[in-house]
């Protein structure tokens, strides 16, 4: 969908959506997306290709053990996914398209003055929604982390990846959990950055949960959660329709849906 729409825009020479959006934000899979088409400035076509083949890779399951009709890591709260091999594969996509002397993988996520202001949205154990930011903020000091490791933490989906534990001590979880779509952390974010300025489009894509919520370990924990985030997608729409007056917004509720202009506070 994103690609038809830099298409759209300039058919011969389909722009990056680094050199279009004023900012690009995500959480889980939605943050590694931000990440690579903001941060590491890939065209739309190559943050495709990375995504695929990071999921070729990181998407295999661990060897899981079966006793008594149940599998060991969903008793005991385990990961099924090793999240060693999405470090690994994060780096190298941050190494191939920062230079070669990234081969480390070890590039700050902040930048003094990025082309393309993003961030991505983390969980912490508390429940509580952190952004992790690649500019300036004036409101906050930025988090002294890595690119790999802010994706780490956007994406550490419980009984999929284990949470990630920063420099500073914080632990981090999925941010999908409590703000898989961060809209109105993107509106409290630009209001914020740019006081003087309209909103004058959003592209939304994906969907999203409003309320915030405890996490335990394992699996009968994150049931309940995971439910209210499914339920909570509209309840986030009609929030913020009846919130926010922007004139015109380019919306998707999900990726089969089409690209139609929303006037006001109509919804397509």
Not at 8 to 28: A, R, Y
Not at 50 to 64: G, I
Not at 119 to 141: H, K, M, W
Not at 213 to 235: D, F, H, Q, W, Y
Request: charged residues 25%; hydrophobic residues 40%; glycine residues 6%.
């Amino acid at each position: 969908m994103l690609k038809r729409l830099m298409y759209l825009i300039n058919p011969q020479h389909p722009p990056k959506p680094c050199d279009v959006f004023d900012m690009i934000v995500g959480t889980s899979t939605g943050g590694l997306i931000a990440i690579m088409l903001g941060r590491l400035e890939m065209d739309v076509e190559a943050a495709i290709n990375a995504y695929k083949r990071l999921s070729r890779r990181v998407f295999t399951p661990k060897k899981r053990t079966h006793i008594g009709g149940a599998f060991i890591h969903k008793v005991l709260g385990s990961e099924t996914f090793d999240y060693k091999v999405l470090e690994k594969v994060i780096k190298e996509i941050v190494s191939e398209h920062l230079g070669s002397d990234t081969a480390s993988g070890n590039v700050k996520l902040y930048q003094d003055r990025p082309k393309c202001p993003i961030f991505v949205c983390a969980t912490t154990v508390n429940g509580d929604i952190q952004r992790l930011r690649s500019y300036p903020s004036t409101t906050e000091e930025p988090f002294n982390c890595t690119i790999w490791e802010a994706a780490r933490a956007t994406s550490a989906a419980p009984t999929f990846f284990a949470p990630i534990k920063f420099p500073n001590g914080m632990k981090f979880r999925d941010g999908g959990l409590v703000a898989n779509k961060p809209i109105f952390e993107l509106i409290n974010e630009v209001r914020k950055k740019y006081p003087t300025r309209d909103i004058s489009a959003i592209v939304s894509l994906g969907t999203g949960v409003s309320s915030s919520m405890k996490l335990g370990r394992g699996l009968v924990s994150v049931a309940k959660p995971c439910s209210k985030i499914a339920m909570n997608t509209e309840k986030m729409a009609d929030s913020f329709a009846t919130q926010y007056s922007i004139n015109r917004v380019y919306i998707a509720r999900n990726t089969s849906a089409s690209i139609r202009p929303m006037v006001s506070r109509e919804w397509v």
